[in-house]
């Protein structure tokens, strides 16, 4: 197959990028859908006057119905993105960059999605798209799934679907709220997975952020120790990785607190632990819920983190040496290795 790919390259190289953008025409719709012309053009970074051909060309092959809600992908145009799916990363370079992540960050598997979560809103719901698979095939029976919340974890829930797998498996959130809207938070992304696959889920009912007077009186309540207990017995964790300052913002830090952070060098975030460039932790927050070393005893660390402005983040958070399965993008994984290689 490689070989075939890189024949096509050499003999055909502008059918091979005339192919990479109608897939990925194809694929936006199909997160986006229904779809205007003019949202379409805005969201994949184009002119409504270049889309124009394209789409009548997609939807002269049956593989778009056009009415005025907007655009949907047909069941011919939706078998189309099946099958070509186990040919994308060889014929678009994502299996070559998902290798050097690899050797580069020490990770089992990196699975590279196309597109740069920082520039087009429909390649986070592609990052959800390809974390749900990888979710679906490696959950177990009995299996309990730690979640923390955020936009990377919300896109997986959304791709989820009901299977007699999940029928024995609990959902329940990694940590407390965060002063986000609500469907971003831990607890919401844990009971929408178990609705939408028939799992069980349990809720944390604590503030993200807690004096430490308080941490100790809560983490003595009936159902706190219930799901901590819970927690300690998580085979699969699923995950966000944040830029280090946004997600201090995110959680009111004062400006103090912020300054704080920048000198130390701080560049990622993961369960309320802030590390350096070096992976090096330069804070951990006062929260209950899953711990760092909790984490590297789960059998399977799940991370989803997209866009070139995470590069460094992903870097960072690499070396805790707990993941066992990084789903990116190419605007991070190019970002990234055009600084390290």
Same mark, same amino acid.
């Given at each position: 197959?490689?070989?075939?790919?890189?024949?096509?390259?050499?003999?055909?190289?502008?059918?091979?990028?005339?192919?990479?953008?109608?897939?990925?025409?194809?694929?936006?719709?199909?997160?986006?859908?229904?779809?205007?012309?003019?949202?379409?053009?805005?969201?994949?970074?184009?002119?409504?006057?270049?889309?124009?051909?394209?789409?009548?060309?997609?939807?002269?092959?049956?593989?778009?119905?056009?009415?005025?809600?907007?655009?949907?992908?047909?069941?011919?145009?939706?078998?189309?993105?099946?099958?070509?799916?186990?040919?994308?990363?060889?014929?678009?370079?994502?299996?070559?960059?998902?290798?050097?992540?690899?050797?580069?960050?020490?990770?089992?598997?990196?699975?590279?999605?196309?597109?740069?979560?920082?520039?087009?809103?429909?390649?986070?719901?592609?990052?959800?798209?390809?974390?749900?698979?990888?979710?679906?095939?490696?959950?177990?029976?009995?299996?309990?799934?730690?979640?923390?919340?955020?936009?990377?974890?919300?896109?997986?829930?959304?791709?989820?679907?009901?299977?007699?797998?999940?029928?024995?498996?609990?959902?329940?959130?990694?940590?407390?709220?965060?002063?986000?809207?609500?469907?971003? @938070?831990?607890?919401?992304?844990?009971? #929408?997975? +178990? =609705?939408?696959?028939?799992? !069980?889920? *349990? %809720?944390?009912?604590?503030?993200?952020?807690?004096?430490?007077?308080?941490?100790?009186?809560?983490?003595?309540?009936?159902?706190?120790?219930?799901?901590?207990?819970?927690?300690?017995?998580?085979?699969?964790?699923?995950?966000?990785?944040?830029?280090?300052?946004?997600?201090?913002?995110?959680?009111?830090?004062?400006?103090?607190?912020?300054?704080?952070?920048?000198?130390?060098?701080?560049?990622?975030?993961?369960?309320?632990?802030?590390?350096?460039?070096?992976?090096?932790?330069?804070?951990?927050?006062?929260?209950?819920?899953?711990?760092?070393?909790?984490?590297?005893?789960?059998?399977?660390?799940?991370?989803?983190?997209?866009?070139?402005?995470?590069?460094?983040?992903?870097?960072?958070?690499?070396?805790?040496?707990? @993941?066992?399965?990084?789903?990116?993008? #190419?605007? +991070? =994984?190019?970002?990234?290795? !055009?600084? *390290? %290689?």
């Amino acid at each position: 197959m490689r070989r075939l790919v890189e024949l096509q390259q050499k003999l055909l190289p502008d059918l091979v990028q005339v192919l990479r953008e109608r897939y990925m025409l194809l694929r936006s719709i199909d997160h986006l859908q229904p779809i205007g012309r003019r949202g379409l053009a805005q969201a994949i970074g184009t002119t409504e006057r270049i889309l124009r051909a394209e789409v009548e060309l997609l939807k002269d092959s049956g593989l778009l119905h056009v009415t005025a809600a907007g655009m949907n992908l047909t069941a011919e145009g939706l078998q189309v993105l099946d099958e070509m799916e186990p040919l994308v990363g060889e014929l678009f370079g994502l299996t070559d960059l998902a290798e050097k992540m690899q050797s580069l960050l020490g990770i089992p598997e990196v699975i590279v999605v196309q597109g740069n979560a920082d520039q087009s809103p429909w390649v986070k719901e592609e990052l959800g798209r390809v974390a749900a698979r990888v979710l679906k095939q490696t959950v177990q029976e009995g299996d309990i799934v730690a979640v923390t919340g955020g936009t990377s974890v919300a896109s997986l829930a959304h791709h989820l679907s009901a299977s007699s797998v999940f029928r024995s498996v609990k959902f329940v959130p990694a940590r407390g709220g965060l002063s986000e809207q609500a469907e971003l @938070q831990a607890n919401t992304l844990a009971s #929408e997975m +178990a =609705a939408k696959t028939g799992a !069980s889920y *349990r %809720l944390l009912h604590v503030p993200d952020r807690l004096q430490p007077e308080a941490l100790q009186t809560l983490r003595k309540e009936p159902q706190v120790q219930e799901v901590l207990e819970l927690l300690r017995e998580t085979r699969i964790v699923l995950h966000g990785i944040g830029d280090a300052i946004s997600m201090a913002k995110r959680r009111n830090h004062s400006e103090a607190e912020l300054a704080s952070l920048q000198e130390a060098g701080a560049v990622s975030e993961a369960f309320g632990y802030y590390f350096n460039e070096a992976g090096e932790t330069v804070y951990h927050m006062p929260t209950i819920g899953l711990q760092l070393d909790e984490v590297k005893k789960a059998q399977k660390v799940l991370s989803i983190a997209g866009g070139e402005s995470k590069a460094k983040a992903i870097l960072s958070f690499a070396k805790q040496s707990c @993941q066992n399965v990084l789903v990116t993008d #190419e605007g +991070a =994984a190019r970002s990234l290795l !055009s600084t *390290r %290689l």
